[in-house]
């Protein structure tokens, strides 16, 4: 059975950082395609990056290149959300997903698999 857990959500002030993580059990993530995807409040979850079978990066929002990273630790079968330069706008609910495979996507219905979220919240 595959499970992604998200972790690291806080609340931080505008300009700072925070890493976000996802740690996966019954799938070894060095294979596949890790989403990161977030919801705003009263907004629709949208995806923000990826990171593909070959750790090819994709943004799918441009407010965060330059801000935000995804990387992956082989040996703990965890993915991590970097993010810096936090603004107000990026508040939102965080998820980690797979595909099951290694290719990315921003729709978030190619997505078989899916963490709960972890709430990041900017605001001084």
């Known amino acids: 059975q595959v499970q992604l857990v998200e972790s690291g959500g806080a609340l931080v002030q505008p300009g700072g950082p925070l890493r976000l993580s996802c740690a996966a059990s019954?799938?070894?993530?060095?294979?596949?395609?890790i989403g990161w995807f977030r919801q705003a409040p009263g907004k629709e979850r949208e995806g923000v990056l990826c990171i593909s079978g070959s750790d090819v990066i994709t943004y799918y929002v441009d407010s965060v290149k330059g801000r935000f990273t995804i990387s992956r630790d082989i040996a703990k079968n965890t993915v991590y959300l970097q993010m810096s330069s936090l603004k107000p706008e990026d508040t939102a609910v965080y998820y980690c997903?797979?595909?099951?495979?290694?290719?990315?996507?921003?729709?978030?219905?190619?997505?078989?698999?899916w963490g709960q979220g972890t709430q990041a919240t900017v605001s001084s």
């Open positions: 997903a797979t595909p099951g495979s290694t290719y990315c996507s921003s729709n978030d219905y190619y997505y078989d698999y």
């Open positions: 019954g799938i070894t993530l060095d294979y596949y395609a």
